[in-house]
């Protein structure tokens, strides 16, 4: 049996995708086995862990709980999307490692989407904002402390304009 | 898992997303936000041949002031309801109910018309629908019609929603009383997940600090959400204190046959329903007491 592909063109990380998918082709599959963008990760599959979190048109959303026909026409950024252009760290990502942000590293791309999006919309956000923010990602490693943390320091980091 | 094959249209319009409706009936869903259908999909519970993508149509995102009722497009987005002051200022428990309702990540995508359509009992957005007595447009190829919240859900995961009707708008109800309050609380596992139980009142008081106007129901203890109109009613007239709100709430708790699940035993939740509407009815009234 042969499934209808549909076409869809997809702005992902600032460059322009296009591809050929079944309906049922979650975004996340998309990005990681089309793409080959396997940075976002694929935690639960149905919209619990957070791990596959991308932003949709700048804010956040679960990259499980959508169909890539259903991002026809608009923009993703992933984790990959969050580096600097030549390639380092973004302040984000080295706070995360000068913090201990992440041991396995299995829930860091939704950490990173979802703190991004958080600092985006809030450049000092407060502890409590910072852990509303991420309350929507599961962490079994760090005990989310150093998570925080690592938030708190970037947002400082970026509100004194150290690289 | 995966989701089971099945085709889809991306639609412009709720003239054509009503007549792919017409042209599947059953064999076709509704997608709006997806937060709740994906996961089903998933999980093998349902097999839909057709999801009809209402995301794209602009024309069902929008909310609207009138005099007694803020009207709202079906597709509205909850994370723009939460955000939203000045439809905060008419209907307050809907930004205080969304504080209970998922993740950024879940709000950001998810719908207010998608959560009421899935009726899931535990929802935080149906129990305030049923307790303001918000009104449902419904929508299909030919009609529309509208159902007031009590006659629209039917019961776990259940509505009286046709196979080709989509909805299409919400009516919450206005209270143009000055010194009115409103509160939602809930206890569940986790911050985000469903209600194990939730309770919601919205009071409205006189300048003596009397009831003119009350409301309140419990979530998750039933198979919809409940509000309690009569024992509501008895409190017109009267002022609250702790007493008299914990008596109400032993009422209105006794009256559930709440089930037994993995997360609660029915006892259990029917002392949270006596705790959690006592607490809701007092800060509801406080609140509409200190209104300016």
Known sequence: ?????YSIAVEVNGTKRVGQVSARTSLVDW?????????????CEHGICGACSVMLDGEPVRSCLMYAVQADGHSITTVEGLARPDGQLSILQDSFCEA??????????????????????????????IRDAIGGNLCRCTGYQQIVDAIALAAERMAGGAA | MKSPPFEYARTASIEEACELLSQHGDAAKVIAGGQSLVPMLAFRLLRPGWLIDINEIAALKFVAFETDTVRMGACTRQCVVARDDALAARVPLLRQALAFVGHTQTRNRGTVGGSLAHADPSAELPLVAQILEARLVLRTKSAKRTLPAAEFFAGPMMTNLQPDECLEEIHWPVWREQKTGSAFTEISRRHGDFA???????????????????????????????????????????????AKARAVAQEAAAALE????????????????????????????????SAP
């Open chain 1, 1 to 5: 049996m042969s499934e209808v592909l």
């Open chain 1, 31 to 43: 990005l990681r086995e089309h793409l080959n963008l396997t940075g976002t990760h694929i935690g």
């Open chain 1, 100 to 129: 201990h942000g992440l041991q396995c590293g299995y829930c860091t791309p939704g950490m990173l989407i979802a703190a991004q999006a958080l600092l985006d919309a809030n450049p000092r956000p407060t502890e409590e904002q």
């Open chain 2, 196 to 242: 194990m139980v939730a309770a919601t009142a919205q009071i409205a008081v006189d300048d003596d600090g009397q009831c003119t106007r009350v409301t309140f129901g419990v979530g998750g203890a039933a198979p919809v959400p409940l509000a309690f109109p009569a024992l509501a009613q008895n409190l017109v007239g009267r002022r609250l204190d702790k």
């Open chain 2, 258 to 289: 709440p089930d037994t699940d993995t997360h609660a035993s029915a006892a259990y939740r029917r002392h949270l329903a006596g705790v959690l509407v006592s607490r809701v009815l007092l800060e509801a009234y406080d609140t509409a007491r």
